[in-house]
């Protein structure tokens, strides 16, 4: 029987992302996975291959951006395809601001994410309150 990930996983790989659990973010990510980030220089960004260095990326977020969220997640799922809404919000070291839309195209494989490619509108940051 084959695995399909649902709406709820993503629900519950949002509210990870959201405690900064690294652990249970990954559990939805294959071995194999791919993660294209929202900026690089490359036309899709940065590409990161492989859950471990993944891991590695998004740890590296929460530890630049202590206070990091995606708010107002949404999630649906069709087929091998899925796509979750946010709004990222968060503070760097320099008290700068990014409040920001944006959304993840999921590419599945067996009920696990194989590809994530992140899209964020283009806002310049601002001073935090």
């Known amino acids: 029987m084959t695995k399909t990930l649902t709406a709820d996983d993503l629900k519950a790989t949002f509210d990870a992302f959201n405690r900064h659990d690294v652990a ?8 194999d996975c791919t993660f294209t980030t929202v900026g ?5 960004g940065t590409r990161i291959d492989g859950a471990e260095a993944i ?7 929460w ?13 649906f799922v069709c087929g091998d395809r899925a796509v979750s809404e946010w709004t990222f919000k968060g503070t760097d070291a320099q008290g ?3 409040e920001a839309q944006g959304v993840d195209l999921f590419t599945l494989r ?3 994410i194989v590809e994530k490619q992140a899209f964020r509108k283009q806002r310049p940051p ?3 309150k």
Do not use: N, S
């Open 63 to 75: 530890a630049a951006m202590p206070d990091a969220e995606w708010a107002d997640h949404r999630h």
């Open 96 to 98: 700068q601001r990014i």
């Open 24 to 31: 249970a973010v990954m559990t939805h990510f294959a071995d």
């Open 110 to 112: 067996d009920g696990l």
């Open 55 to 61: 891991a590695k990326a998004f740890a590296g977020v």
């Open 126 to 128: 601002f001073a935090a």
């Open 40 to 44: 690089g220089a490359e036309e899709f």
